[in-house]
């Protein structure tokens, strides 16, 4: 059975709860990581909806993992800003259409890699 899973920040799971989800709310990189870790494991079968500030921070070897599974898909959701390193709108914007198209873009006056 496929299901719909919310990996958020503790202090927005109410709302995600609220609409009837199953939703996790984490306060730290290491714990979002284990639940992620646990569904590959288990062979989670759904969507995993992920604040992109959790996205951001975790290690890219698990986002690999995550974009070379075929069960368990993902997209990242708002969340409100960064929890690492400040990213720009720009920035933010270029990795949606990277993930989208395959491709990285830049913008005009932008230097290529410039975050």
Known sequence: MSRLLVLTRS????GFQLAGVDAYGVGDVET???LIETWLKVGEVGLLAIDEGWLEIIASSL???LE???KLLYLAIP???PLGSEVSRSHRITE???RAIGFHITFKGEEPGER
């Open 63 to 65: 986002v690999k993992r």
């Open 96 to 98: 949606m259409i990277r």
């Open 32 to 34: 979002a990581q284990e």
């Open 11 to 14: 202090n927005l799971l109410p």
């Open 79 to 81: 969340g409100g800003g």
């Open 68 to 70: 070379d599974s075929e």
